[in-house]
């Protein structure tokens, strides 16, 4: 054999960061390393690769682009082979790229792909996060196997599996005068400032929830950061709405937090898995679907609380 699959990984992923800094510190291998296995590979297939951009990474020609796919697909191949086995054998081997939707990634993650590991010792689970536009991006180019996530502006080609509804509560500070409440509606909520969660499709999501009602929230602040979103709740700045729901209830400093149900009709958000729809699933890749399928769920979610 002329070259090896960590080889081809390491051109696959200087190929998808676009620099071979970014590779190193995403695949967490030496630039080195990475620079020989691309200069072998040109050796070896006898073509350029990559246009190498003075202080402005590289890009790959042509034929890089092309050979990129094809190891897209041996790499994808040599997974399921080594899944295979380990079916032959009852154990689930090989890895997987999960991508998550930023809100849920540090709650429902760490539990979850730590439970998958625990029960699936065979199995390395990589995780990443973005929003809904990073996410979709991301599967169609093959970067991640798939992405816990919502139903929102999903494309033709993504496959959606619906896990569970997420229903929109209201986030208050733990003394402000509504948080001993049993549920708030919108419209006791219209004169009190409102901290936006300023997501692509999330801000888009909450700011129907007014439109349904013929209400207009007064916005008081908008952040990208559900800590910062929970931070400035918890110290009074005003109100916020979400739809996840940390186990924890209390902004990072430590301050204290309620989550309040909103009363009427209020149409949830549904997290579930997408997947591209073209691609043949590995077996790694069905069982951690059917492994989330099993988690979450009405009655329970990783690091979620009930309300």
């Known amino acids: 054999m002329q070259f090896t699959l960590k080889q081809l990984a390491y051109f696959v992923a200087a190929g998808e960061a676009g620099s071979i800094l970014r590779a190193a510190e995403n695949i967490h291998v030496s630039q080195p390393s990475i620079s020989n296995a691309i200069a072998h590979l040109e050796d070896v297939f006898q073509v350029q690769l990559f246009i190498r951009h003075h202080a402005q990474g ?29 079916k032959l054998s ?12 930023i809100p849920l990634a540090p709650i429902v993650t ?3 792909c730590h439970g998958y590991m625990q029960s699936h010792q065979g199995v390395e689970v990589n995780v990443s996060e973005g929003n809904q536009a990073e996410l979709l991006s991301k599967l169609k180019k093959g970067a991640i196997d798939l992405a816990l996530t919502y ?6 080609e ?5 896990l569970v509804e997420l229903k929109p509560y209201v986030l208050l500070a733990a003394d402000h005068r509504f948080a001993g409440k049993k549920k708030i509606s919108l419209t006791e909520l219209a004169e009190e400032k409102f901290i936006l969660l300023d997501l692509p499709l999330s801000d888009t999501y909450f700011m129907s929830l007014f439109n349904d009602h013929n209400l207009k929230p007064r916005i008081y602040a908008r952040t990208r950061h559900i800590e910062v979103q929970r931070g400035l709740v918890a110290k009074g700045y005003g ?9 924890n209830q ?11 149900p909103l009363s009427g009709y209020n149409p949830g958000l549904t997290l579930g898995i997408a997947t591209l729809a073209t691609i043949r699933k590995t077996i790694v890749v069905d069982s ?11 009655e329970r979610i990783p690091g979620m609380a009930k309300i």
């Open 288 to 298: 951690f679907s059917e492994f989330c399928r099993q988690q979450i769920n009405t």
């Open 158 to 162: 993504i496959a959606f599996t619906p």
């Open 250 to 260: 209390k902004s990072l400093d430590g301050s204290q937090l309620k989550y309040v």
């Open 110 to 112: 760490p539990g979850l």
């Open 151 to 156: 139903n929102l502006q999903l494309e033709s």
């Open 90 to 101: 009852e154990q689930v081997f090989g890895s997987i790229n999960v991508g998550c939707f």
């Open 239 to 247: 109100y916020s709405l979400g739809n996840v729901r940390p186990l």
């Open 58 to 86: 590289m890009s790959l020609t042509t034929a890089g682009s092309q050979l990129m796919e094809r190891c897209k697909a041996l790499l994808r191949d040599a997974d399921e082979l080594k899944s295979f086995a380990g």
